[in-house]
């Protein structure tokens, strides 16, 4: 196996040749983002009122499809203000994946609600339409004010937060289907999903809410920052108000009218996000032949390669390897890191971690199949 290792490794030091180390996912600025910051600076509206977050919102709209957007501070907030929107409060319980990061489950948590937590399928490593069909007809009921609860613990199913792994969209038309018959409202954490599409329409279009991360290490950034996305008006402006600490407009006064957030977007980082997306149809293409690339290599040398679902046209965000076993795991991030590739396992299972170990969920036989295989490996854009 240590030949195979070598062989990895050495393909992936080919395919960044001036890194050392070799990042694992590394922010590109190749366009007109000084330009911009300049620009930002100079007018000195440096906060959340600028002309760069408008700008920012109207880009993603347009290259998503979606009606409304509503740029934010982070991905987490993002989901945290879809999921009060969503009327989730406390003693509620929100259907999610135990294979996401931790955001997706804190962001619950935030609403004082509680995690469920349902099986993955591995052809998408997202939630399967199945089990949590299954989950439903097996654990719930729809009671007379027409929400689902769950027959063991009596509490209200609030929403349903598919997440889009490594830019790997989930059979979201079928989760929204089951999700319907039960007055659910879906809610797609699509943070890693930017450029990725499922049957034509971009992740995060497809339920009530969806929302999007600009972080530091994905494949359009802000460095820091998110982006709540719905079709619905009412929605629409109830987020912005939400995340711009429920100010009622007024020349003058700071009138309030709920518990708000302080979320939105500033100014400087929605500059370096329009200029990010002047760059992203090259951007993803990069990203797609890197992804090919590796899958032919793979494909030499016998080792699994997590490629896009069917129907779907994935931003492949972070490349993913599946190995024999927990034990090769582990001894190939040892091999990478001591050899100048950075690479990472996938997350600790939510169902691993302390806060929500006691939290009900089905049967995680995927999941964990894929805890103990799964290693992402470089997936910068390539220079």
């Known amino acids: 196996m240590s030949i195979i290792f070598e062989q990895i490794i050495s393909f992936i030091k ?38 760069y977050v408008s700008r920012f919102e109207n880009a993603v709209s347009q290259y998503t499809g979606a009606r409304y957007a509503i740029a934010v501070s982070s991905g987490t907030a993002a989901l945290h203000v879809a999921l009060l929107l969503a009327e989730t409060g406390p003693g509620d319980e929100v259907i999610t994946q135990p294979l996401t990061f931790v955001a997706t489950a804190n962001a619950i948590s ?3 609600a509680q995690p469920v937590f349902v099986d993955v399928e591995r052809s998408t490593l997202g939630l399967d339409p199945a089990k949590l069909n299954d989950f439903l007809v097996n654990n719930t009921v729809l009671k007379s004010d027409d929400r689902c609860y769950n027959k063991i613990t009596g509490r209200k199913i609030a929403a349903c937060v598919p997440m889009h792994t490594f ?10 289907e089951i999700c319907q018959k039960y007055h659910i409202p879906v809610l797609e954490d699509a943070a890693e999903a930017m450029g990725s599409f499922y049957k034509g329409r971009h992740t995060g279009t497809f339920g009530e809410l969806g929302i999007l991360s600009f972080n530091g290490n994905k494949p359009v950034t802000t460095g820091g920052g998110g982006m709540i996305m719905t079709n619905d008006e009412a929605i629409a402006v109830k987020a912005k108000h939400l995340t711009t600490t429920a100010r009622q407009t007024h020349p003058w006064a700071f009138v309030h009218d709920q518990i708000g957030y302080n ?9 370096v996000g329009c200029a990010q997306m002047e ?4 951007v993803l293409a990069n990203k797609r032949d890197t992804a090919h690339k590796y899958e032919l290599f793979l494909g030499e040398i016998g080792l699994p390669f997590i490629t896009e679902p069917v129907h779907a ?24 890191r001591e050899n100048g590739v950075q690479t990472r396992p996938v997350w600790t299972l939510m169902t691993n971690l302390p806060m929500y ?14 805890e103990e295989r799964l290693v992402n490996i470089p997936s910068s854009v390539r220079i």
């Open 14 to 51: 080919s395919l960044y040749p001036t890194e050392n180390p070799v990042p694992l996912h590394a922010p590109r600025f190749s366009g007109n983002e000084k330009k911009y910051l300049i620009d930002c600076i100079d007018s000195t509206y440096v906060s959340y009122v600028g002309q």
């Open 110 to 112: 935030y609403c004082s």
């Open 167 to 176: 830019g790997h969209p989930v059979r979201i038309d079928q989760i929204v």
């Open 263 to 271: 979320y939105r977007m500033s100014n400087i980082n929605a500059a």
């Open 279 to 282: 760059c992203f149809v090259k």
């Open 313 to 336: 046209r994935s931003n492949y965000w972070l490349n993913t390897i599946v190995l024999k076993d927990g034990r090769e795991q582990e001894r190939f991030l040892a091999y990478a």
């Open 357 to 370: 170990r006691q939290c009900q969920s089905t049967s995680l036989e995927v999941a964990q199949w894929l």
